[in-house]
């Protein structure tokens, strides 16, 4: 059977995949793996949860099962409202909850939604306790009675709170900056072009209208022609995207160029390690992050570590080894020093910080990486078990060989799908095409189910 949680809680399409049972039965279990609901009973006090959502419609139904099944475990329940995940793992954290809950499928379309589960402190679960969750749904529960049952309140003036915080975390103001911000119709319409007022920044605001169905439709970080078009329009200085639950940020510069999360992290690791405040002198990035962006911060002194593909795995490197920045190219910057999880507003705020206080335009700044072209073939229907076979394993060595210190050469199985994926990365994109290509075509006869 598949495992139930995916790479970031659990998502499905709402209402078919995504049940309110579904919903109800997850939050029991997490009551009693997370909440420890039993311990609590001895001491007196009972846990306590916090519970966001973005705006998708089904949250609202979702929400309601999610707090049922917390309060019908005996856990205390704070609905935070409408707020990005970012904001729900801070409170986690600033409000001294057990767990906290947030219903989101981030940047998938609205008929989609999902639950992500965070511990104590405002971290998201380990694969291990993700699997307990799991394993103990539908378990045959004692429920609480009487006055032993959770209460709950609703907690939405705690969005100042975590507005509050992430300006604390800045050391220039934006004033004088103009910067178009689009919030993708998502968890950020209201928080971040306020975040960006106060910050001192001339703020216009688009995909900031949420109905509850049009989340992520033409605008955020997977959509940018918009922000394009209007930061250039404007004359803006430049504009910065979040995705549905604003997790993740990506920037325009002022031409209408697209500045990726690689861009981002080497202007921020830059400007870090210039302060003295880049734990260690490393950044912490995915296997999936650019040479380009490798090779920019060799060259500054800074030692890149590489990690599988998932912030989960970024964060759970920074914080074993004491890093305090890193991140993906699609956007999920960690600042562990300011946040338990990527955060689409803090990593915008403290990039423009950098704007800011240098003086130096964001195309600039990001002129310090030189992305290498880059080549990604999906080989689908493919054995993805056998992407460890002798004879791929020797056309990559070949490859590596032939493109020696200015590319490099990926392969990774899918984790949903039976795909392999051939990722090159050459001086030309005519020459990462070609090695590609090649390394291809032995995919589909070297690993054919």
Not at 89 to 106: C, I, K, Q, R, Y
Not at 394 to 414: F, K, M, Y
Request: glycine share 12%; aromatic share 2%; proline share 3%.
């Amino acid at each position: 059977m598949a495992r139930l949680f995916g790479t970031d809680g659990v998502r499905g399409v709402a209402g078919r995949d995504l049940t309110a049972e579904r919903a109800m039965d997850l939050s029991v279990a997490a009551a009693h793996v997370l909440g420890d609901a039993g311990a609590f009973a001895a001491t007196g006090r009972r846990p306590v949860a916090v519970v966001g959502r973005d705006p998708r419609a089904s949250g609202e139904f979702l929400e309601a099962a999610v707090v049922a099944g917390l309060a019908a475990s005996g856990v205390d329940v704070l609905r935070l409202g409408v707020l990005p995940t970012p904001a729900v793992a801070h409170l986690t954290a600033a409000l001294g909850a057990d767990l906290g809950v947030m219903l989101s499928a981030s940047h998938n379309p609205a008929p989609d939604n999902g639950i992500k589960f965070l511990a104590r402190g405002g971290f998201k679960l380990s694969d291990v306790v993700e699997d307990e969750i799991e394993r103990r749904l539908g378990e045959e529960w004692s429920f609480p009675v009487g006055s032993a049952v959770g209460r709950v309140r609703d907690a939405y003036g705690e969005a100042d709170r975590y507005i509050s915080h992430v300006l604390t975390t800045m050391n220039a103001a934006l004033d004088g900056l103009s910067i178009v911000v689009d919030c993708a119709h998502g968890a950020a319409h209201m928080v971040a072009p306020e975040a960006l007022v106060r910050a001192g920044a001339r703020v216009e605001a688009i995909g900031a209208r949420p109905d509850g169905l049009n989340i992520n439709s033409g605008h955020g970080s997977t959509h940018l022609d918009k922000l394009q078009q209007v930061v250039v329009s404007r004359g803006a200085d430049l504009g910065v995207a979040y995705d549905g639950d604003a997790d993740r940020c990506l920037a325009v510069d002022h031409t209408g160029s697209i500045i990726d999360g690689d861009h981002i992290m080497a202007v921020l690791a830059g400007a870090m390690h210039g302060e003295g405040l880049l734990s260690k002198d490393t950044v912490v990035a995915t296997v999936m992050s650019n040479l380009g962006f490798k090779l920019a911060m060799r060259d500054a002194g800074i030692t890149v570590v590489e990690t599988s593909v998932g912030d989960r795995y970024v964060l759970e490197r920074m914080k074993s080894d004491g890093y305090n920045l890193g991140g993906e190219q699609s956007g999920h910057v960690i600042m562990l020093d300011h946040a338990t999880t990527g955060d689409g507003l803090l990593t915008s705020l403290h990039l423009l910080g950098v704007v800011a206080k240098s003086g130096v335009p964001l195309k600039e700044l990001a002129s310090v990486m030189t992305p290498l072209p880059q080549v990604l073939i999906n080989v689908k229907d493919v054995d993805k078990g056998k992407a460890s076979v002798p004879e791929l394993i020797a056309a990559v060595a070949q490859a590596e060989a032939e493109l020696g210190e200015t590319g490099r050469v990926l392969i990774r199985p899918s984790g949903t799908e039976p795909m392999i994926r051939v990722m090159v990365e050459a001086a030309s994109e005519e020459h990462a095409t070609q090695v590609a290509g090649r390394l291809a075509d032995v995919v589909r006869t070297a690993c054919a189910s």
